[in-house]
């Protein structure tokens, strides 16, 4: 079972306030940040993940009961944005490679079945630097399932994506709510929003 609970979230960027005393509780799920553009879900979401401190408040992470911190989930986190890039002059294979060797967690045994997952497999030679933006996404998406997350972070996961991209989305959400996992999906499309229970909604 994994828990989050987020108490007077706030973040200031200067005198700027993005978010004003969030607050939300909810056990494993597919949980949606929704709001217009510039609400402050790409904020949120860094901040649940511990990749950016709030003002004031706190959040408090439980797996199977044990409490942790944002920065105590990361080896249990799957994370994937459009401000997060792979390296252009790898391969998609020596990325995902590269970033196996890196994590200590690993759960992947077969990547060619990853790639294959994410309709890579005939791409997987290919410099990421050349690949179209959509390709790069899968890529992205991929790697973020290098661990086997606990928790999947998606920061507006159908970026470029096409409708058979698209659709690794709901495949991959709908294995994580039967893995009884928790999946958190920042976006205003409808479509994404449409495949969770839960609803964060940050517009006034």
Not at 36 to 46: A, D, E, P, R, Y
Not at 82 to 93: A, C
Not at 127 to 132: E, F, I
Request: glycine share 8%; with cysteine.
């Amino acid at each position: 079972m994994i828990e989050v609970q987020a108490t007077g979230i706030s973040k200031n960027y200067g005198k700027k306030r993005v978010l004003k005393e969030i607050q939300f509780q909810f056990q494993s799920d597919v949980i949606g940040i929704a709001g217009s553009n510039g609400s402050g879900k790409s904020t949120l979401l860094k901040i649940l993940s511990g990749l950016l401190k709030p003002t004031s408040g706190t959040i408090l992470w439980k797996l199977n009961n044990a409490e942790k911190t944002p920065q105590q989930i990361h080896p249990f986190l799957g994370f994937t944005a459009p401000y997060v890039q792979l390296y252009e002059e790898f391969t998609v294979e020596e990325n995902v490679r590269f970033l196996i060797q890196l994590q200590k967690n690993s759960a992947i045994e077969d990547i060619n079945k990853l790639l294959s997952e994410f309709q890579l497999d005939g791409i997987s030679h290919s410099l990421y630097g050349n690949l179209s933006t959509g390709q790069q996404q899968r890529a992205k998406l991929a790697c973020a399932m290098i661990k086997d997350p606990e928790i999947l972070m998606l920061d507006e996961p159908g970026s470029n994506l096409d409708e058979h991209g698209k659709s690794l989305i709901r495949n991959l959400t709908d294995s994580m709510r039967e893995k009884n996992r928790m999946v958190i999906i920042a976006s205003n499309q409808g479509d994404e929003l449409d495949l969770c229970n839960e609803i964060i909604n940050l517009n006034p």
